[in-house]
């Protein structure tokens, strides 16, 4: 290390330098190249669609270098012969990687494919974090996985194994065995999976003991998306058996995501089975209300006069019980308003209702339902807030004054739809019709660097929401038309299109789009309907940052009426090989 500053300081140092900075100083000379080489090789990420992997420099390289790698990302299948080639070049003591994260993306198509990952899992004795993410592999494959990752794996802090479109089936003892055997360090727990029965009866065993298993206290996040197996009855005892004894040991829980994909519709499993919600109230204590559809009554009988009923139905089941375990709406899920508005009663009522601990889902299907003051408020206050959607309609407007005003408390948000407007945006000479906007329009007020300082701030309160996999931030109703502000009569007639933002955020890397960086758990991003500034500086960006990313969707928008101009990314960004979706 540099000899005139302790490890301690040259690693905090380390921490707000950019790649980039770091490469560029470890040719200084022979001391800062000994000092910074570790910090250069930490994260080991692997995005391109192929690799070449039979030079032989680079295997010298990689053995060289190999031991200082900690953090491992890879986005496809391809690209698992290059962390066998990292197994069998890197010689450690006992035959160990010090990795400290592994992060798959990608389709395993060959079992080969499952034997290097486990071999690597094997071989990973400290990893805190395992993410295994669109990988759908046949059940038997599966099943190999989870029976190393268990005793392997002693330190693992973050666990997510998803797959899209399916659910690979593993027998009830394998899945109890895994819960219960998995590291008792684990924070974060995110598992898709089904359970497959012989001959499809789906009854409880008798009881029977784990050998080894383990309590996790220190359990935050639990998320199972379970393949259910009929259409309609009460939740199979089976389920029961699997989860009851793993559910006991985890007293630290704050957030239980609950979905089970049946056959139709959505069911949940901690409230479907009494003895499920039996424990998950004791640990939470939480009692937990089903989702509350809003409205749920004849549409001449919810704006009455004389009286709230959604004020009166929400606010009905939040009693505390005689227990003293405190009552919650898991999900607010709100229609249309009919006609007439709600009171602000039910508004008020919405708000403390979405605003209690324990509350996950908020559904807005209609602007008239909240205003911006109501959602900040939820932001702000609802600390296990997991998902704001807003259906197929206009997604809220926040000002970007306000959204930065105060630090939002929803840390474990995965799921986002918002507008954020209210930015000055110089750089922006015309507007959606192609018209020059004139001098003096808000648009205009202040300079770029100014707005680049607020678009930062903005940013930066979006990027502390790690665990965000889904946020969008453009439009979603492409109905909307062309609207005319000003009188027809004075020559001030300007046009503007709701559906195209043009006082949103830029998301160059400038105006803060790196600040979003600690979104690794993001798969999906929406930039629909913004005039963005974003380009292949920041696809590249975005690629060897957002290691999950799987869709980034309104980088290459065509104008809606034949006037219309084009507008956000560089056209040439189609051009861009980068290892996720451009739409």
Same mark, same amino acid.
């Given at each position: 290390?540099?000899?005139?500053?302790?490890?301690?300081?040259?690693?905090?140092?380390?921490?707000?330098?950019?790649?980039?900075?770091?490469?560029?100083?470890?040719?200084?000379?022979?001391?800062?190249?000994?000092?910074?080489?570790?910090?250069?090789?930490?994260?080991?990420?692997?995005?391109?669609?192929?690799?070449?992997?039979?030079?032989?420099?680079?295997?010298?390289?990689?053995?060289?270098?190999?031991?200082?790698?900690?953090?491992?990302?890879?986005?496809?299948?391809?690209?698992?012969?290059?962390?066998?080639?990292?197994?069998?070049?890197?010689?450690?003591?006992?035959?160990?990687?010090?990795?400290?994260?592994?992060?798959?993306?990608?389709?395993?198509?060959?079992?080969?494919?499952?034997?290097?990952?486990?071999?690597?899992?094997? *071989?990973?004795?400290?990893?805190?974090?395992?993410?295994?993410?669109?990988?759908?592999?046949?059940?038997?494959?599966? %099943?190999?996985?989870?029976?190393?990752?268990?005793?392997?794996?002693?330190?693992?802090?973050?666990?997510?194994?998803?797959?899209?479109?399916?659910?690979?089936?593993?027998?009830?003892?394998?899945?109890?065995?895994?819960?219960?055997?998995?590291?008792?360090?684990?924070?974060?727990?995110?598992?898709?999976?089904?359970?497959?029965?012989?001959?499809?009866?789906?009854?409880?065993?008798?009881?029977?003991?784990?050998?080894?298993?383990?309590?996790?206290?220190?359990?935050?996040?639990?998320?199972?998306?379970?393949?259910?197996?009929?259409?309609?009855?009460?939740?199979?005892?089976?389920?029961?058996?699997?989860?009851?004894?793993?559910?006991?040991?985890?007293?630290?829980?704050?957030?239980?995501?609950?979905?089970?994909?049946?056959?139709?519709?959505?069911?949940?499993?901690?409230?479907?089975?009494?003895?499920?919600?039996?424990?998950?109230?004791?640990?939470?204590?939480?009692?937990?209300?089903?989702?509350?559809?809003?409205?749920?009554?004849?549409? %001449?009988?919810?704006?009455?006069?004389?009286?709230?009923?959604?004020?009166?139905?929400?606010?009905?089941?939040?009693?505390?019980?005689?227990?003293?375990?405190?009552?919650?709406?898991?999900?607010?899920?709100?229609?249309?308003?009919?006609?007439?508005?709600?009171?602000?009663?039910?508004?008020?009522?919405?708000?403390?209702?979405?605003?209690? *601990?324990?509350?996950?889902?908020?559904?807005?299907?209609?602007?008239?339902?909240?205003?911006?003051?109501?959602?900040?408020?939820?932001?702000?206050?609802?600390?296990?807030?997991?998902?704001?959607?807003?259906?197929?309609?206009?997604?809220?407007?926040?000002?970007?004054?306000?959204?930065?005003?105060?630090?939002?408390?929803?840390?474990?948000?995965?799921?986002?739809?918002?507008?954020?407007?209210?930015?000055?945006?110089?750089?922006?000479?015309?507007?959606?019709?192609?018209?020059?906007?004139?001098?003096?329009?808000?648009?205009?007020?202040?300079?770029?660097?100014?707005?680049?300082?607020?678009?930062?701030?903005?940013?930066?309160?979006?990027?502390?929401?790690?665990?965000?996999?889904?946020?969008?931030?453009?439009?979603?109703?492409?109905?909307?038309?062309?609207?005319?502000?000003?009188?027809?009569?004075?020559?001030?007639?300007?046009?503007?299109?709701?559906?195209?933002?043009?006082?949103?955020?830029?998301?160059?890397? %400038?105006?803060?789009?790196?600040?979003?960086?600690?979104?690794?758990?993001?798969?999906?991003?929406?930039?629909?309907?913004?005039?963005?500034?974003?380009?292949?500086?920041?696809?590249?960006?975005?690629?060897?940052?957002?290691?999950?990313?799987?869709?980034?969707?309104?980088?290459?928008?065509?104008?809606?009426? %034949?006037?219309?101009?084009?507008?956000?990314?560089?056209?040439?960004?189609?051009?861009?090989?980068?290892?996720?979706?451009?739409?």
């Amino acid at each position: 290390m540099h000899p005139l500053l302790p490890p301690e300081l040259v690693r905090e140092i380390a921490s707000y330098l950019r790649k980039r900075d770091i490469f560029h100083v470890v040719f200084v000379n022979k001391l800062w190249n000994t000092t910074w080489t570790p910090f250069l090789w930490a994260s080991f990420i692997v995005v391109a669609r192929t690799y070449e992997i039979t030079d032989k420099k680079y295997h010298q390289t990689l053995a060289r270098h190999g031991g200082h790698i900690r953090n491992v990302y890879l986005r496809d299948e391809a690209n698992l012969k290059v962390l066998q080639v990292l197994c069998k070049t890197v010689v450690l003591p006992a035959s160990s990687l010090n990795l400290s994260s592994l992060c798959v993306s990608s389709r395993l198509h060959l079992e080969t494919d499952v034997n290097r990952l486990v071999e690597i899992i094997r *071989r990973s004795p400290q990893l805190r974090e395992l993410e295994l993410i669109n990988t759908p592999v046949p059940s038997a494959w599966f %099943e190999r996985l989870l029976d190393i990752i268990a005793p392997s794996l002693a330190r693992l802090k973050k666990l997510r194994l998803m797959h899209e479109h399916v659910h690979p089936k593993v027998t009830p003892l394998v899945m109890k065995t895994f819960l219960e055997t998995c590291s008792s360090e684990l924070e974060t727990l995110v598992v898709k999976f089904g359970l497959s029965c012989p001959f499809g009866l789906y009854i409880a065993p008798p009881p029977i003991d784990i050998p080894g298993a383990k309590l996790h206290p220190k359990l935050k996040v639990l998320e199972f998306q379970i393949g259910y197996p009929s259409h309609s009855g009460p939740m199979e005892p089976v389920f029961s058996w699997v989860l009851n004894s793993f559910l006991e040991g985890c007293t630290g829980l704050e957030i239980v995501d609950e979905r089970i994909q049946a056959f139709e519709g959505n069911r949940l499993w901690t409230t479907d089975d009494a003895s499920i919600a039996s424990i998950l109230r004791r640990n939470l204590g939480i009692n937990y209300q089903r989702c509350i559809q809003i409205p749920s009554g004849q549409p %001449e009988q919810l704006f009455s006069d004389s009286e709230d009923p959604i004020t009166k139905e929400l606010s009905s089941a939040l009693d505390a019980d005689s227990d003293g375990t405190k009552r919650v709406w898991q999900a607010i899920n709100m229609g249309h308003i009919i006609s007439g508005g709600i009171t602000e009663f039910d508004r008020k009522a919405i708000v403390h209702a979405a605003t209690q *601990r324990g509350f996950q889902r908020l559904v807005t299907n209609d602007e008239g339902w909240l205003s911006s003051e109501d959602l900040l408020s939820i932001f702000r206050q609802c600390p296990t807030l997991r998902v704001h959607d807003c259906g197929y309609e206009r997604y809220p407007t926040l000002s970007a004054a306000d959204v930065i005003l105060q630090p939002w408390s929803c840390k474990w948000l995965k799921s986002l739809h918002l507008i954020i407007a209210g930015i000055p945006r110089p750089d922006i000479k015309t507007d959606c019709m192609d018209k020059p906007i004139p001098i003096g329009d808000p648009m205009h007020s202040g300079t770029m660097e100014e707005s680049r300082v607020l678009q930062r701030k903005v940013c930066a309160q979006l990027g502390s929401l790690v665990c965000l996999e889904e946020l969008r931030l453009g439009y979603s109703k492409i109905r909307d038309m062309v609207t005319v502000e000003g009188d027809e009569d004075s020559q001030v007639v300007r046009k503007y299109n709701p559906f195209l933002q043009l006082n949103c955020l830029e998301l160059t890397l %400038e105006s803060g789009l790196d600040e979003l960086s600690e979104l690794k758990s993001l798969e999906s991003f929406s930039v629909w309907g913004m005039d963005h500034r974003i380009g292949s500086r920041e696809l590249y960006w975005m690629q060897r940052n957002w290691y999950s990313v799987r869709d980034v969707y309104g980088l290459l928008p065509l104008p809606y009426q %034949e006037s219309m101009r084009h507008f956000g990314s560089d056209p040439s960004v189609k051009f861009c090989d980068v290892a996720f979706r451009i739409m």
